[in-house]
């Protein structure tokens, strides 16, 4: 039986992971929408709903995901209204109500699975776990130099360099937690290995989700002109015949106190990572500072928000978890 488990593709931003998702979006079984805005702060906003058992509640949830201006609804090209009813008649759960957006998604392109793709989606590993809790999570990595080269370069990235150390940093370690998931709900990947040879890294990780290769896969600037619009793509060529992520330009796009701070500060994770060091010297102390200052902020925040939501998980009225896939429903049948 093929696999209708959902997929997760997570990383920091500028890995490749809007070329991953091309990748999977031209796979004849998958689908990958652009990035929405509702999984997570759904999960976090699930009491304002109230009880999902209940008629009015789902629809409640429905229309707030069609109609909140913030959640991306837009991006999927459904129809609201029907959207709302297949919740309403949908498992009363919440994963069940967002797993239905993605999957009516995948069906309006003829596909029986979907994924999704989003930044930040490493910080909430264990909310989508929640939400659903077969899901297969993919891992791309990319050297954080370059990540911290692209980043600054970026016009929509309006913090320094200090923050994109640290963002690499931190999804560094993400990754690293995730490795504790079962053998088959976690797959790392590394940017360079998948350019160096996209037919036998993206073959190795369609045999981890159950799928067989298709070599569309391996050419995503095909499916770029169908479901990425020229002024919003990440990439200044995604259009046109190459991607724009070369592996290794960091050395020619840092300058040498930002290639210290990298190494310095990222030294043991990109040695985790198999990205070699230069022997670049070590970075000013004020400048690892100002990354561990960042870094114990954005620590204390997400403790904060982990709190919460662990005293919230008290409150919960019914499961949070999606039923929609053959391996949930079996789950729910055993219960």
Not at 21 to 32: E, T
Not at 41 to 65: K, T
Not at 97 to 115: D, E, L, Q, T, V
Not at 155 to 172: C, G, I, K, L
Request: with cysteine; charged share 30%; net charge positive.
């Amino acid at each position: 039986m093929q696999s209708d488990r959902p997929i997760f593709v997570i990383g920091c931003p500028r890995s490749g992971t809007t070329m991953l998702r091309l990748m999977l979006h031209a796979h004849p079984r998958i689908a990958v929408p652009p990035e929405t805005r509702f999984t997570v702060p759904a999960y976090y906003y699930r009491f304002a709903f109230g009880d999902l058992r209940e008629e009015p509640n789902r629809r409640r949830l429905g229309r707030w995901i069609v109609r909140d201006g913030d959640t991306g609804f837009e991006e999927l090209g459904l129809d609201g209204d029907r959207f709302v009813e297949d919740v309403v008649v949908g498992p009363p759960t919440l994963g069940s109500a967002i797993g239905i957006a993605f999957r009516s998604y995948a069906a309006r392109h003829g596909r029986p699975r979907w994924a999704d793709r989003r930044s930040g989606h490493h910080h909430q590993v264990d909310v989508i776990r929640r939400l659903f809790p077969d899901a297969q999570f993919v891992h791309l990595v990319r050297d954080g130099r370059d990540c911290v080269a692209s980043l600054k370069e970026m016009p929509w990235y309006t913090r320094d360099v200090f923050h994109a150390v640290n963002s690499w940093a931190e999804a560094a370690d993400c990754g690293r937690r995730a490795r504790r998931l079962p053998a088959d709900g976690y797959y790392e990947l590394r940017y360079e290995d998948l350019m160096a040879d996209p037919e036998i890294e993206l073959g190795k990780l369609c045999a981890f989700l159950g799928e067989d290769y298709d070599p569309a896969m391996a050419e995503p600037c095909l499916v770029a002109r169908g479901v990425i619009p020229q002024a919003r793509s990440p990439y200044p060529n995604a259009r046109g015949e190459g991607v724009a992520l070369r592996p290794g330009s960091w050395t020619s796009r840092l300058e040498p106190w930002e290639v210290s701070l990298c190494e310095t500060v990222l030294g043991e994770r990109l040695a985790a990572f198999g990205y070699e060091p230069t022997g670049a010297p070590a970075a000013d102390r004020a400048h690892v500072a100002a990354v561990e200052e960042i870094a114990a902020r954005r620590r204390r925040a997400r403790r904060r928000q982990e709190v919460r939501d662990r005293i919230n998980r008290f409150r919960e009225r019914g499961p949070v978890a999606a039923q929609l896939t053959v391996r949930q429903l079996g789950e729910l049948a055993r219960v």
